[in-house]
């Protein structure tokens, strides 16, 4: 099956189309079933990619599909046809299930004088730095101009001449990323 | 644009270097269904050239999602086998678990009051309280702070044990009345 084929039957539905996600999404069994067939081959090919055993594959779609349907259905809900294909959004949520599966199954556990000492040593970790707003939001570019803007208090046309670009797209990098900022700072109040 | 700026551009509103300012000392937070989105869209090119950017640099510090972009792409132009029935069979009981699954209210019960045991609950509790707070006073009259001031608590229970309260004094009417 190409998955190309997917996209157009679900994925990419045209305007006139009714939302294929939409019978399924009020609890409709027929459409569960026309999803899990149309889509199953897909999510053991993305698990695949993932799973360290090949045993593992059928556990690991299965918990992919536990996920979609979790909570009536609160993960497949999210999805919005307007930003990527139905298909393309299963891979990147399959692969992720999948590795999370994977990190809570329990290791097999050995005793402990079983293990040689040198094997007990744990190298120091260092905390891995979350990531400040702007990196998160910010593309590194928009970070930049805001960045010469209000801490190194410079103007758009200083700006527009240091990286060697048209005034007016510093303006609109500008009003891009506030907009951005705004409407977290907005949707956190 | 800055305050006093020499282009001629709009002095800065305040809020909008408030903001950035803020900005930079919060932590980004952690939306899931969104980064899902926002890789698929990655992974699919729909993205215009800031948040293409944003996002490059976000993989890049993340192996697993980039891992996964780089998955989904190739999978968009593959050709895959189909799944086996097991798969399916038990998918599709996944969905049923959660289709038929529905709240079952308990049927309301009529309230029967019966006077005897609204009674004997309100006496029992009664009791208990009096009980309670006998059971507290004689604990709290044993407590050291309770003894008279200046006396230890042991030399009370000596003086208790060795010059008892003072005794009944009996006396006998029919020898006076003999006189």
Known sequence: MRVQQLNRDLGDRRRDQPDPLAALLVGDKRSWDHFVRRYAALIVAAVRGVAAASGDVEDLAQEVFVRLCKDDFRLLRTYDSTRASLSTWMTIVARSTARDALRRRRPDSVPIDAVPESHLKVDAVEPTPKLKLPEALLSPRQREILGMLYDKEMDVAEIAAALGIDPQTVRSAHHKAMLKLRAHFKSDS | ?179
Not at chain 2, 18 to 41: G, M
Not at chain 2, 104 to 118: H, K, N
Not at chain 2, 157 to 166: M, Q, T
């Open chain 2, 1 to 179: 644009m800055r305050a006093n700026g020499t282009s001629g551009e709009r002095p800065p509103e305040l809020p909008d270097r408030e903001i950035w300012r803020r900005s930079q000392e919060i932590e980004a937070p952690i939306d899931e269904a969104e980064q899902l989105l926002d890789l698929a869209a990655l992974a699919d090119n729909r993205l215009d050239d800031d948040e293409t950017q944003r996002l490059a640099a976000l993989i890049a510090r993340d192996t697993d999602a980039a891992g996964d972009v780089a998955a989904a792409r190739l999978l968009a132009d593959a050709t895959i086998d189909d799944a086996d029935p097991n798969v399916i069979a038990r998918a599709l009981l996944a969905g049923e678990d959660q289709l038929e699954a529905e709240v079952i209210a308990f049927p309301a019960g009529r309230v029967v009051v019966r006077p005897f045991y609204s009674a004997a609950s309100w006496s029992g509790l009664a009791a208990a309280m009096v009980l309670a707070g006998w059971f507290g006073f004689s604990l709290g009259s044993g407590l050291p702070g309770v003894t008279p001031a200046g006396h230890a608590p042991d030399e009370a229970a000596a003086n208790e044990l060795f010059d008892p309260a003072p005794p009944l004094i009996l006396r006998d009417f029919s020898e006076s009345s003999q006189i």
